[in-house]
């Protein structure tokens, strides 16, 4: 058995000269509403605690958006959603498949947003807020005023946090101020805050013209970023190291030589940048994360080609799913 030191003084054990990867992600942990104008109940797919509904949310803040990428701007709706009460992110599932719009992948891997909101919880008073997500399709024929009536009557919601350009209601006929309106006639505390603006808006006022662009963050400029492969810039939006998450089982085939492995793009669960080759990443794996190994991340049309810098050869077992991590650096 053969041990290797990396340059961050962690241990990593060595299969047969290689590095055994073991599975870290779960699902993340949701809550998934389905409103209609009759009824309205909640599931999760977490163990329910019996608590009932109206008292579980009784005391919470939603904070309302689509939380695509989970970037600053959406953290700072948390931030002020955890000022008000228990922090709850509401948006809507669905939309691409009732709207018509081309199907895309996430910035965020499904799998991996459990660990992101689990990171802003030093931002929200050590409190990971929790994911509401309503079904698109039951609820985009509500009028504004139904919309606010059903989070009161029948949710129990007590506050709400949007963004100053947020819409809301049949075909988005609800702006900010008459959410306040509406939420102050129910007897819901509205927060209404500036969103996070981007600091480039020289770079980017060109390629957005879009009416809903006014130079705010948003995944719009996210995915933007990521096109361009600027990966400085998408750690800005974020707040964070963007991670790619690539899943493996017997069913897809990936070669590996010495200290080179790859995968088929087809492999892929979120977003990856634009073809290139990308210095300063890390496969990150362990179930608190704690175990990183440096590598160089080349990706081409159809491969993501990872090339270690520091150990030399990597073996990752085939039988039970397993889950690459792959974080780019700065």
Same mark, same amino acid.
Request: hydrophobic letters at 35%.
């Given at each position: 058995?053969k041990? =290797?030191?990396?340059?961050?003084?962690k241990?990593? $054990?060595?299969?047969?000269?290689?590095?055994?990867?073991?599975?870290?992600?779960? @699902?993340?942990?949701?809550?998934?509403?389905?409103?209609?104008?009759?009824?309205?109940?909640? =599931?999760?797919?977490?163990?329910?605690?019996?608590?009932?509904?109206?008292?579980?949310?009784?005391?919470?803040?939603?904070?309302?958006?689509?939380?695509?990428?989970?970037?600053?701007?959406?953290? @700072?709706l948390?931030?002020?959603?955890?000022?008000?009460?228990t922090?709850?992110?509401?948006?809507? =599932?669905?939309?691409?498949?009732?709207?018509?719009?081309?199907?895309?992948?996430?910035?965020?891997?499904?799998?991996?947003?459990?660990?992101?909101?689990? !990171?802003?919880?030093?931002?929200?008073?050590?409190?990971?807020?929790?994911? #509401?997500? *309503?079904?698109?399709?039951?609820?985009?024929?509500?009028?504004?005023?139904?919309?606010?009536?059903? #989070?009161?009557?029948? #949710?129990? $919601?007590?506050?709400?946090?949007?963004?100053?350009?947020?819409?809301?209601?049949?075909?988005?006929?609800?702006?900010?101020?008459? #959410?306040?309106?509406?939420? @102050?006639?129910?007897?819901?505390?509205?927060y209404?805050?500036?969103?996070?603006?981007?600091?480039?808006?020289?770079i980017?006022?060109?390629?957005?013209t879009?009416?809903?662009?006014?130079?705010?963050?948003?995944? =719009?400029?996210?995915?933007y970023?990521? !096109?361009?492969?600027?990966?400085?810039?998408?750690?800005?939006?974020?707040?964070?190291?963007?991670?790619?998450?690539?899943?493996?089982?017997?069913?897809?085939s990936?070669?590996?030589?010495?200290?080179t492995?790859?995968?088929?793009?087809?492999?892929?669960?979120?977003?990856?940048?634009?073809?290139? *080759?990308? @210095?300063?990443?890390?496969?990150?794996?362990?179930?608190?994360?704690e175990? $990183?190994?440096?590598?160089?991340?080349?990706?081409?049309?159809?491969?993501?080609?990872l090339?270690?810098v520091?150990?030399?050869?990597?073996?990752?077992?085939?039988?039970?799913?397993?889950?690459?991590?792959?974080?780019?650096?700065a």
């Open positions: 058995m041990q =290797t030191m990396i340059m961050n003084q241990l990593f $054990v060595h299969l047969n000269g290689g590095i055994r990867l073991p599975s870290t992600m779960h @699902e993340a942990s949701r809550r998934v509403l389905s409103l209609s104008s009759s009824d309205m109940k909640a =599931t999760s797919q977490q163990e329910d605690d019996g608590t009932p509904r109206s008292e579980q949310l009784s005391s919470v803040a939603v904070a309302l958006g689509k939380f695509d990428a989970l970037h600053i701007g959406h953290r @700072e948390a931030i002020q959603a955890a000022k008000a009460g922090p709850f992110l509401l948006s809507f =599932t669905g939309m691409a498949e009732v709207l018509g719009w081309e199907p895309r992948a996430p910035v965020v891997a499904k799998c991996d947003r459990e660990r992101v909101l689990s !990171s802003w919880s030093s931002w929200c008073g050590e409190v990971t807020p929790t994911e #509401l997500e *309503v079904e698109f399709s039951k609820v985009r024929n509500l009028t504004p005023r139904q919309f606010v009536e059903k #989070l009161s009557k029948e #949710l129990g $919601v007590r506050g709400v946090v949007a963004g100053k350009n947020y819409r809301f209601g049949y075909r988005a006929s609800g702006d900010a101020s008459e #959410l306040s309106r509406l939420c @102050e006639e129910y007897g819901i505390e509205a209404i805050i500036n969103p996070v603006m981007d600091q480039k808006q020289i980017l006022n060109k390629e957005f879009d009416a809903k662009e006014r130079g705010q963050v948003s995944s =719009t400029r996210v995915r970023a990521l !096109s361009e492969g600027d990966m400085n810039y998408v750690s800005e939006l974020l707040g964070r190291h963007h991670r790619l998450i690539l899943v493996l089982n017997d069913d897809q990936f070669i590996s030589n010495r200290n492995i790859s995968h088929p793009k087809s492999c892929l669960l979120n977003l990856p940048p634009k073809e290139g *080759v990308y @210095e300063n990443c890390s496969i990150v794996f362990g179930k608190e994360n175990n $990183v190994v440096p590598c160089r991340v080349a990706v081409d049309r159809d491969n993501i080609r090339e270690l520091e150990i030399d050869c990597i073996d990752i077992p085939s039988g039970d799913l397993r889950y690459l991590n792959i974080e780019f650096g």
